[in-house]
Each structure stands twice: as C-alpha cells, then as structure tokens.
C-alpha cells in the first residue's frame, strides 16, 4: 500500500490498513517502540518538552499556566482558615459522608467561604483546600466554584475514597424541553431577557465561572424564580458588557489585524479600564459570507450564525491609551475583519456584526479538582441501557460533571466520572487548562443536541493526558479550539473535529479503539444527530473532521492544521469482527485543513466533500486537504522523551509492523453499582493488592486493583504482578505502566499515584478480554 494510501487512510475515518500487513500494536508499544503509559501521562514537565518544530505550531506552553508543573503539597497555603478539612465540614457546615443527607448548601457554603476570607489573598503558590471526607456525599444542585486558587480534594476516586452522587433537584432539571421532547431546549428557556443559551454549554455539578451579574441585569435577576437565576450569573463577561469594537488597521482598509499580527486597535471611544497588563482579552473576529464561502458554505445551506468561529483568549502585555492599542502574548491565527462586512461581504441575513476584543473582566483562576469519584444518580434508568446507546435517555437530566466557563490555569486530576447526564468534562471559553490522569465512563444522554462527550468547546492553549474514556460519544474540539494537546489517551470513542474552526491542535501517542457498535444509528431513545437531522447511518471511526455543508448547523467546519501523529488507532469494521489499524505510518504527520501553505477544506476530485460520512477511506492526501509531506524520527512533537526513551528510527523509512496478533479488543460497560471484591490481599514488604470486579459481560470484564501501604512509612512507588489463564488477555488498562511476558502481567505506577501514606491506598485497573481471573497476585 503506498504512502498517500496510508495518508488517506489516516486522514478519514474508515481506513482499512489489514491489507497493507501491519498488526495492531497488542503488547502497548508504538512501532518504534516506544513503551506507551495506559491511563497514565508520560512526564509533562517543561524541561522534558520540545522545542517548537520548525513549521510547525508551538505547542511547548500547553496546559496550566504555560507549562508549570501541576501543585504540590507545598504551594497550599498553610494558613489553616484555608484548609477545610473532613472534620470541619462536617462541624462548620453540615457535610457529613454516608448519611444521605443533602450536602449542596454546605459545600457551597464552604466555598463561598474560601472565596469571600481566602481567595483575595491566595495565589499559584497560596491555594486554599478544601478536603473532601471518605464515603458518599449527597448534591442536588449545581454547585458554583467561583473561588480563585481553590483545590478540591478527594481522598481517592476508587474504593475507599471520596464519592459524589448528584440528584438533580426540580429547580435545577431543565424544565423547558423541545416540542418532540428529546432535547434541552435552550432557546425556550426564559426570563426577561434572558434565554438559556447564556449558560451554555449547561449546568453541571461543578461550574466553574463567575456569578457575577452586571449592573444592567440585576432588576431581573432578583425577579427570577429560583430555575432561571443563573441565566443572569457571569454576564459581567459576556454579551458584549465589557467589549469594546475595533478600528481598522492603518493601511488595511476593513481589517482591525491579520494573521500573525500581535497589537490590536480599539474603537475610538469606549473605556479602556477592563484591559489590563497580564488579564485576558478574547479577540473575536465576526463570520461573514466570505469566511462561509471559503468552507463551501453559501447561505442556501442553512441558517448561517455570528457564533463568531475566528476567536481566542490571549495575554495582554501591553496597553497604549494613547493610541488606544492593545499587544497580545502571542500571534493572532486569523484576519480580523472591523465587521461581518468589512471585508466585502454582504449583511448575513440582512444584520452586520461587530468584531470585538471583550476584556475578561472576572475570570475564575487557579482551580482543581483532585482524586474524587462523581455520578449522576438516575433512579428509574439502567446504566446497562445507556451502553452504545447515542439517544437522549432524560432530556430534563442533561447535567454536565465538571464545567468550566471563563476560566484559565486550572485542572482536573485523578477524578472518576460514571454515568453523568451528558458530558464528564466540558469546556467553554477556557484557557491553560490540564485535565489529566483521569478515568470517565458513561452518560444517560448520548444523543443529539450534542451530549455525552468528553468536550474541549473553545478552549485554548490546553492539555489533555493520560485519560481513559468508555462509552461516550466522542472526544471533542469544537468551535474555535486552538493550540491544545492530546496526548497519551485511552479512547473507545471517535477523536472528533467537530467543526466551528478549531484549529492547531496536536493529538499524538494516543490508543483509540472503536467497536463497530459505535455508530449514531444506535439509538434507543430520543434519537438524531448534534444539528437537528436523522441519526447518521454510517459507522464512526477513530477520526471525524467536520466538513462545510454539514457543519454549517454548527457554524462552520474544522479550520486548520489539526495535527495527527503517532497514535495506536484501531476499528472493528464489523460486527464482532476484529479489530484492523486505521493507520501504520507512526513517524509521519498529518496536518487537516492544510494544503501545505493554507488552508484547504478537504475534496474529492478538487470538490470539497459535503460531510464526513461515508467518505472515510478516501485519499485527501496529494492536494485534498491533508498534508502528509513531512515525517519526524521521534516519538513526540511535543516532548522531548516518553517514558525515558528518545528513539530516532530513520524518518525515510516506514516502522516495522507489531509481531503480536491482533487483539479482539471489548471495551467494557459501565462498572456494576455493587462490585465483588477477590480475591485476598497478598503482597511482600509493606504493600498488599487486592482486586474489585466491577463489571462484567459476554466477553469479558473490568477489573480495579488496590494497592496498600500496610508499614509505618510513605511508599514512593509499587509494582503488581499476576498471572492470567489462557483464553484471557489484558485488553486495555489505566493508572499503570502495563508489560506483559506470556501469560504475566506487571503493572507499575505512574507519575500521581506512586505515593502511598501508610495505611492508604491507590489504585489502577484494567479491562479483560476473557473471563479468566487473575492468579498470584503479587505487590511490592
């Protein structure tokens, strides 16, 4: 098979690489063999990343706070007033775990504390922390985390540890449905002049944004019945409050700035209070008929919107009041143009829109979520059901895990999701953001409407490591999502270009496996695609790019230079078939949108491709939108080493294929809610392990292990052994560093759960294709 056969292949979504001879990766090593972390993220640190590529994007200051190492033990502030323990919420606030009491009001309350007494003082290196205590905690309603230089804390996600159970109460549930009832209905949720879209992407347990209200909604936020307040909350950013318009360009007639312009100017008039050094500033650059038409879309395909597609949070490093500039930290991506007609475009619809460059004002900084579990509790339901189930199973339900809105240099780590009502993680205008280490299984709400993703939504300059991912929808960057790096995953879903301009992200070194059953025709329940239509008929595939005419429902499709490199892809074509790679060439990159100098919607035949859909396996390399010319001998483009190893295979040559069988790999259901514990800790030294099954089906199981420090002393690291039967393998695993001789097993820790406190435990876990248990469970 050629080159531009493997390019195509790698750059649709239905690529058949069996013929070409390559087997599947079975034993977790790329083919440069190179050992790849299951669940666990390699060494982010910005000592091990690489120095930018030469033509390629910058993506060494992704993640929290440009590149710094995550928090320790030593950047929580040692003021005791800033650390909430177990016990105090329990005496000051009433939150006590396993007594099915509802503890919504107290951890709020616990958080309105550290906002009002702690926050103002805190920083980076001065977080508040609040604990939470082992057992089950109770919440019904949205819980607003608005508090700076916050950390929320669980004692483990697994057995043991801390566990959340969300019941959404009558006044958080959406009450305000579409006509056919499948979906939230957004547009018909009111309140003076409030409608639902301005919470979008949706309420959710944690939320983090400001509550804010501005000044000109506070007569209607204080009429507003208790399901529509939060409307209100957080309009001091949005909604053009604090944005002034922009002025062309000296020389540029119609342009406020260009592609690769660093200083923006502002309207003549307008005050300039908000814009400030070292605040964030979203450039918004408004859609026009010209930036539709460059996709293929013409106003005959749909409504077209200003959902303004062209923006990003920037840095601000200098203000001229004088000249009434502003300098950003880096770049603009995109040609601002002063209106939606600048440019030469006709009014969209009859209406023109401003550009804007809109201040920041109130952002929520420095917040994380750590080593916690979270459901969603849905009395009524079967989480069975919801298992490769792409329908709405409870509309008025779609409540997100953890949300975050207006935010920037914070994090999620070491959180388990199960069953939330739509997506674990999700993201709406966020910056620097690190969500890594991290385990996320199911949604009630997979269908359309857009639910049940594991969602990056204009969200820039962020890092996503080490995370697996079961039955969800897909993992997404939409709308305008830039800059962001994926790397080190474990995904049963598509990595989905959704459309709306996103652009430079890099995803590499991750493991994306897609059963057949993956598909938007399996639908149960209130069924349809994200836009409105009839469910897709096709099947998905570990990639999905979001064509013009199709992504015109949601403003557009994907923009450029979305980069693919040395990832372990694979599809079950078949129904109970085996799983065949989508792609062997590990060591070249594929750029999307990209003819090599510009951008370049992907075509057949010079004609750009209506959708996605049943094009999969074409070639788009060669001129049609990918650009697959360059290849780099290592294993990384954003670190300098993965694992301790730096190996530089010949960049004119193709990586020798796997000698392992391909595996039948079955991605598990969710995890039973009464798991059964074998067999018996056994361990040498100071550590035991134990095993808890947690589910279980036709083929196979899931499996978490327990390792505990039974010694007087901290533990710095651990290493389980065991045997499985044969007829059973390893299909998949998180938490660990997995390799495998024969029929044994070793697991060693990663970076986050190495540390064990004498007494405590931590844990991994892995999904098992057979039913063989494992035997001489070891720990040392």
């Known amino acids: 098979m050629s080159t531009r056969n493997l390019v195509a292949l790698a750059c649709a979504t239905t690529v058949l690489l069996a013929a070409g001879g390559f087997a599947v990766e079975a034993n977790g090593l790329a083919p440069n063999g190179v050992q790849q972390q299951a669940g666990g993220s390699p060494d982010l640190s910005k000592a091990n990343r690489r120095a930018p590529v030469a033509g390629l994007y910058d993506w060494s200051k992704a993640g929290y706070r440009g590149g710094a190492d995550l928090p320790g033990a ?71 985390v608005d508090a700076d230089y916050l950390t929320i804390r669980g004692a483990g996600s697994g057995a043991g540890g801390s566990r959340i159970v969300f019941r959404p109460d009558a006044d958080t549930r959406y009450d305000a449905l579409t006509p056919d009832g499948s979906d939230w209905d957004e547009d018909g949720m009111t309140s003076g002049s409030a409608k639902g879209g301005w919470i979008w992407p949706g309420r959710g347990l944690f939320r983090v944004q400001s509550r804010g209200v501005n000044s000109a909604y506070a007569s209607e936020y204080a009429a507003a019945p208790a399901n529509r307040k939060d409307l209100f909350e957080g309009t001091v950013n949005v909604h ?34 908000n814009f400030q050094v070292g605040g964030l500033v979203n450039i918004r650059a408004a859609n026009s008929l010209k930036f539709y038409a460059q996709q293929d879309i013409q106003p005959t395909d749909g409504t077209l919107q200003n959902i303004h597609m062209r923006q990003q949070i920037f840095t601000v490093t200098a203000v001229d009041t004088v000249n009434r500039t502003i300098t950003l930290d880096k770049p603009l991506e995109y040609d601002v143009p002063v209106t939606s007609t600048s440019d030469g475009s006709a009014p969209i619809e009859g209406v023109v829109y401003d550009s804007k460059a ?102 820039w300059d962020s890092l996503y490591a080490g995370n697996t991912s079961r039955n969800l929808r897909h993992f997404t960057f939409q709308w305008s999502a830039s800059g962001n790096v994926v790397i080190g995953n474990d995904f049963d879903s598509d990595v989905n270009l ?24 399996n639908c149960r329940s209130n069924c349809g695609e994200e836009g409105g239509g009839a469910p897709d ?82 070639d788009f390399t060669g001129g049609h939108g990918v650009d697959a010319s360059r290849t780099d001998p290592g294993a990384s483009l954003f670190l300098k080493s993965v694992n301790g190893s730096t190996p530089s295979p010949s960049p004119s040559s193709s990586p020798s294929p796997s000698s392992s069988p391909s595996p039948t790999v079955s991605p598990s259901p969710s995890p039973s809610p009464s798991p059964t514990v074998s067999p018996s800790p056994t361990g040498t030294g100071c550590l035991s392990a134990r095993t808890v099954k947690g589910s279980s089906w036709s083929s196979g199981y899931g499996m978490d292990v327990f390792v505990k420090n039974n010694c007087a002393v901290k533990s710095t690291s651990w ?24 029929r044994h097993y070793t697991f060693v820790n990663v970076g986050y759960n190495g540390a064990i406190a004498p007494g405590q435990e931590q844990s991994f876990g892995f999904n098992a294709a057979g039913l063989g248990l494992p035997s001489n469970l070891t720990a040392r």
């Open 74 to 144: 030593a950047d929580t502030n040692p003021d005791g007033a800033c650390q909430i323990t177990p016990a105090e919420l329990a005496a000051q606030f009433g939150v006590r775990p396993d007594d099915g009491a509802d503890d919504s009001a107290g951890l709020q309350a616990a958080i309105d504390q550290i906002r009002t007494a702690c926050s103002p003082g805190a920083s980076y290196t001065k977080l508040s922390l609040i604990t939470l205590p082992a057992g089950v905690l109770q919440v019904s309603r949205q819980l607003g």
């Open 240 to 273: 053009w409050k604090a944005g002034l318009k922009l002025r062309e360009k000296t020389g540029d007639a119609g342009f406020a700035a260009r592609t690769g312009d660093t200083v923006v100017p502002l309207a003549s008039s307008g005050a300039l209070t």
């Open 358 to 459: 809109a201040p920041i004002v109130d952002p929520v900084l420095g917040v994380g979520f750590e080593n916690f579990a979270l459901t969603q509790d849905m009395p009524g339901l079967n989480q069975a059901d919801a298992v490769h189930n792409y329908g709405n199973m409870s509309p008025a339900d779609e409540m997100h895990g953890i949300v975050f809105k207006w935010a920037a240099n914070s994090w999620v780590r070491g959180i388990r999701t199960e069953m939330t009502g739509s997506h674990p993680i999700v993201t709406e205008e966020a910056y620097h953001l690190q969500i890594v280490d991290n385990q996320l299984d199911g949604s009630w709400n997979k269908g359309k409407g857009g639910n049940g993703y594991f969602r990056g939504s204009r969200v």
């Open 498 to 521: 959704h459309g709306g301009w996103e652009r430079n992200n890099l995803i590499e070194l991750n493991t994306v496996t897609v059963p057949y059953e993956h598909r938007s025709a």
């Open 537 to 618: 008929a096709s099947s998905w595939f570990p990639i999905w790019w979001g064509a013009g005419k199709k992504a015109v429902k949601w403003s557009g499709s994907s923009g450029p230079r979305n980069v693919f490199f040395n990832n372990t892809m694979t599809k079950q074509v078949t129904a109970g078939g085996a799983y065949t790679p989508y792609y062997a060439d590990h060591q070249r990159i594929y750029q999307f949108g990209w003819s090599g100098t510009a951008w370049q919607h992907l075509d057949t035949g010079g004609t750009p491709i209506p959708d996605w859909a049943s094009r999969e396996q074409l």
């Open 719 to 742: 290493t389980v052994e065991f045997d499985l039967p044969t007829g059973t393998t390893v299909a998949s695993s998180w938490s660990s560093t997995r390799t495998q001789s024969g």
